[in-house]
């Protein structure tokens, strides 16, 4: 039985494929059109967190009408059409009120989504107008009912979901600590929604902020599965989520500096998959431990690691998978200095990319394009000491990274700093770590503040070199952390 207390006013049925939006999709794949959605948002002014996940809902007709904030975004990209040229169903059929007259703007959302009226909180409602749980964007909407009606009826979604506070995540363990009875399908969308919103965060800004707020959200995730789900398929989503969740927290240890933590939360997805026979996840777990090793300077286990990863995912069907987690494995040679077996991965995680995206990437991959391809080579190159190549792939990859992914092109330019600066150009380094200074203003990342102060370290000798100065002192006169 669903976990909401309130009743559905629309009747039980299957929902009916959005043909006409996949046609309008064509060949790209459900993240590269997630970007494309966020950049005709951004071209209008307005903040949607639209991801692979997204797209994936609305071809499979889950989402019958879109939200306002989609509404205008959609209408600007597909100029001249409607929401019923989109393939959506009349906004009047999943509200129970009269259509919009034509060429009237869609409704602003109510100033307080707590106080509406049943407009907008009847739980026939398949859209959020306001998000309230993001407090860097007020107007970052999310379509996603049951979630809603879980915050408002306050049942174990809430606790699956960790009470979002308006940071967007669980402030406090005691949520977290309360009974739950047994869980439903709205339980697991919920977790879902909890692991897309900590990677939303964390692409924009960074883990150093978020990582203490996710430890309830995770503790609640795996009460939920002690209390049991209603239906086997339910089962199978609330361990998926749980285990995303695991390594969503993971990372935030990770990109922190807490790697003992990291590699906890990185054993704890890995169990929960070999529970479940979930390849998929246990190749996602593979994969950040891969990661996690190479950074903890273990690079034999970074590369046992990811050829685990490997042979998980290739039943998986997923080239863009696979070429990750070749990358992954070529991290680890290069941090054992086997240049050949590094340059064999590489190759192999090209070949493997260029065979293009498919419907088999996983949701998680939404952050991986041509910039992290450049990026992680980059590092690799770095690893092995060739700064100049190593300089050329940081470059291309802060140049190709989607504007969304705030953190990864402070990463990437961070990286390219340190790069010039060991390759003897002090100057071009200094500039590109003023750049990177600059965006930390937005994102909170110990990695990248560990790589500057390397970079720092490095032009100490140069202080007279044009610009050498004035970054030294920028960079010295950052607030320490916490």
């Known amino acids: 039985m669903a976990s909401s207390s309130v009743p559905s006013s629309q009747p039980a049925r299957p929902p009916r494929p959005n043909l006409v939006f996949r046609h309008l999709r064509g060949s790209r794949s459900p993240a590269e059109f997630a970007a494309a959605v966020r950049r005709a948002a951004r071209e209008i002014g307005e ?12 071809e499979a007709g889950e989402i019958r009408c879109p939200n306002y ?23 009047s059929s999943v509200r129970g009120r009269r259509t919009r007259a034509a060429g009237d703007q869609p409704a602003a959302p109510p100033e307080n989504p707590a106080n509406a009226t049943s407009e907008t909180s009847g ?32 049942g174990g ?26 869980a439903g399908t709205s339980d697991a969308c919920a977790l879902e929604e909890a692991v897309r919103r900590i990677r939303v965060l964390d692409d924009r800004h960074g883990a150093d902020g978020l990582y203490r707020r996710a430890a309830a959200p995770l503790r609640a995730a795996y009460a939920l599965l002690d209390a049991g789900a209603t239906r086997q398929r339910t089962a199978d989503r609330l361990y998926s989520g749980a285990g995303e969740l695991a390594i969503s927290v993971g990372w935030l240890a990770h990109d922190s500096g807490r790697f003992d933590d990291a590699r906890s939360h990185y054993a704890e997805a890995l169990a929960t998959a070999r529970v479940t026979g979930d390849a998929a996840l246990e190749a996602h777990a593979f994969c950040n431990t891969a990661f996690l090793a190479r950074d903890a300077g273990r690079p034999r286990e ?14 998986l069907g997923s080239p863009r998978l696979m070429s990750l987690l070749a ?7 290069a941090g ?18 260029d065979r293009g995206p498919g419907e088999a990437d996983p949701e998680w991959m ?117």
Do not use: K
């Open 302 to 315: 970074a590369v046992r690691a990811a050829q685990a990863a490997q042979r998980a995912a290739r039943p």
């Open 336 to 353: 054992l200095a086997d240049r050949a077996g590094c340059e064999q991965a590489l190759i192999r995680a090209q070949a493997y990319f």
């Open 47 to 58: 903040r949607v967190s639209c991801d692979a996940r997204y797209v994936h809902r609305v």
């Open 366 to 482: 939404t952050f991986y394009g041509e910039a992290e391809l450049e990026g992680l080579e980059a590092q690799c190159w770095s690893t092995l000491g060739d700064w100049t190549r190593a300089a050329r792939h940081a470059r291309r990859a802060a140049e190709l990274q989607d504007p969304h992914f705030t953190r990864n092109i402070t990463l990437y330019t961070a990286e390219l700093a340190d790069d010039l600066a060991r390759d003897g150009r002090p100057e071009e380094a200094a500039q590109a770590g003023m750049r990177a200074l600059d965006l930390l203003g937005e994102v909170q990342s110990s990695r990248v503040r560990s790589m500057l102060s390397g970079t720092s370290r490095v032009l100490l000798p140069h202080r007279r070199t044009s610009g050498v100065s004035e970054f030294l002192d920028r960079h010295a006169s950052l607030p320490r952390m916490v």
């Open 123 to 154: 739980a026939s409602e398949p859209y959020e107008t306001h998000n309230r749980y993001d407090p860097y964007d007020p107007h970052d909407h999310e379509e996603s009912d049951v979630l809603r009606r879980a915050f408002m009826t306050g």
């Open 157 to 182: 979604a809430t606790v699956a979901a960790a009470t979002l506070s308006p940071y967007g995540l669980a402030p406090e363990a005691s949520a977290a600590q309360r009974p739950v009875r047994r």
């Open 327 to 333: 990358l992954r494995e070529a991290g680890g040679w």
């Open 69 to 91: 904030a989609y509404e205008r975004v959609f209408l600007h990209m597909f100029p001249g059409r409607t929401l019923t040229d989109l393939g959506f169903a009349p906004r």
